[in-house]
């Protein structure tokens, strides 16, 4: 008789979503809407140049007391504290627990 094992299943969570502690991969980086395209409109690619890039480890250091503002976060060997908009458009890939 053969057992079968399988990899726990995966899901996506935008990084503004994951607790402290939390880790897992960078998925992609999301559209961004027309408002924030206002604000920022070289976001995506900023946090693409700064490491945000698919499959690189993540994890989520310590986020502000007022309303979780700013999130520090880990990525690859570099720490960043993004604004919650910010880490609401970085998908990331993490075990199910």
Same mark, same amino acid.
């Given at each position: %008789?053969? %057992?079968?094992?399988? &990899? &726990?299943? $995966?899901?996506? $969570?935008?990084? #503004?979503?994951?607790?402290?502690? #939390?880790?897992?991969?960078?998925?992609? =980086?999301?559209?961004?809407?027309?408002?924030?395209?206002? +604000? #920022?409109?070289?976001?995506? $690619?900023? *946090? %693409?140049?700064?490491?945000? =890039? @698919?499959? !690189? @480890?993540?994890?989520?250091?310590?986020?502000?007391?007022?309303?979780? !503002?700013?999130?520090?976060? /880990?990525?690859?060997?570099?720490?960043?504290? *993004? /604004?919650? +908009? !910010?880490?609401? *458009? =970085?998908?990331?890939?993490?075990?199910?627990?």
């Amino acid at each position: %008789m053969h %057992m079968k094992t399988t &990899a &726990a299943p $995966r899901k996506a $969570r935008s990084l #503004d979503q994951l607790k402290v502690g #939390d880790s897992g991969f960078v998925g992609k =980086i999301s559209q961004i809407t027309s408002a924030i395209a206002h +604000f #920022d409109p070289h976001l995506a $690619r900023r *946090l %693409m140049e700064i490491g945000f =890039i @698919p499959g !690189e @480890p993540v994890q989520v250091l310590h986020k502000g007391f007022f309303g979780g !503002e700013p999130i520090a976060v /880990r990525i690859g060997h570099s720490t960043f504290a *993004l /604004r919650r +908009f !910010e880490a609401a *458009l =970085i998908s990331v890939i993490t075990h199910n627990e």
